[in-house]
């Protein structure tokens, strides 16, 4: 069983900037593609951000655009979500994703609580 652990939430001030890392218990390379998800309390979890990992290919939600870069590095088996610019409206608890090249099923992390203060 894989095993997604999420790192780097915490509170900031709107303006600020954190890093989301998501570290596989796997070679990444076993997956399709890695993202974010967000789910604010009372709505529903939102895509933030998808990459390819063969290609490197990424999507982004409009929402975050131009202000939020997702990464990866294979050697490190891990995902990154670097975050600039936060607003009050990107506070939720931030979900890793993996759909594996195996399966149609992804695999979730825990999820890490990301804070932004007027």
């Known amino acids: 069983q894989v095993q997604l652990v999420e790192s780097g939430g915490g509170l900031v001030q709107a303006g600020g900037s954190l890093m989301l890392s998501c570290a596989a218990s796997s070679s990444i390379f076993g997956f399709v593609t890695m993202g974010w998800y967000r789910q604010a309390p009372g709505k529903q979890r939102e895509l933030v951000a998808t990459?390819?990992?063969?290609?490197?290919?990424?999507r982004y939600a409009d929402s975050v655009m131009g202000r939020f870069t997702i990464s990866r590095d294979g050697a490190k088996n891990t995902m990154f979500l670097q975050m600039n610019t936060l607003k009050p409206e990107d506070t939720a608890v931030y979900y890793c994703?993996?759909?594996?090249?195996?399966?149609?099923?992804?695999?979730w992390g825990q999820g890490t609580q990301v804070t932004v203060s007027s």
């Open positions: 994703n993996a759909l594996p090249s195996s399966s149609s099923n992804p695999y």
């Open positions: 990459v390819r990992i063969s290609t490197g290919t990424r």
